[in-house]
């Protein structure tokens, strides 16, 4: 059984940096791995994916350039790091994974098989 755990999110002023972990337990090594998050009252919109080997990343326009995905297999850890922080950045952050080496369209949420319970980052003005 696949679990993950988000860690990592806070308060930050905008401008400002701040990097959240999915820490994964089960065999999650030939996994993709996602970020999405949602806002109050919105839905939940995709962010970031990465391949089992990091070879390939994918983001939402709303954050590239800004935001970075990567991972550490030796760790089964995926981490978003995110520098300009904006207002509306401010979400509670999912980490979810998926068995295939990515989903065939990484942005739809039903296609991502395990999901953890998020971390609030709120970016203040």
């Known amino acids: 059984q696949v679990q993950l755990v988000e860690s990592g999110g806070g308060l930050v002023q905008a401008g400002g940096s701040l990097r959240v972990s999915c820490a994964a337990s089960g065999y999650t090594f030939r996994y993709a791995m996602a970020w999405f998050r949602q806002a109050p009252g919105k839905e939940r919109e995709f962010v970031a994916a990465?391949?089992?080997?990091?070879?390939?990343?994918l983001y939402a326009d709303s954050v590239k350039g800004r935001f970075t995905i990567s991972r550490d297999n030796t760790k089964n850890t995926v981490y978003l790091q995110m520098i300009s922080l904006k207002p509306e950045d401010t979400a509670v952050y999912f980490c979810?994974?998926?068995?295939?080496?990515?989903?065939?369209?990484?942005?739809?949420?039903?296609?991502?098989?395990?999901w953890g319970q998020g971390t609030q980052v709120t970016v203040s003005s």
């Open positions: 979810a994974a998926n068995p295939l080496a990515m989903p065939s369209v990484p942005t739809m949420k039903s296609l991502w098989n395990y």
């Open positions: 990465i391949t089992w080997n990091g070879g390939r990343t």
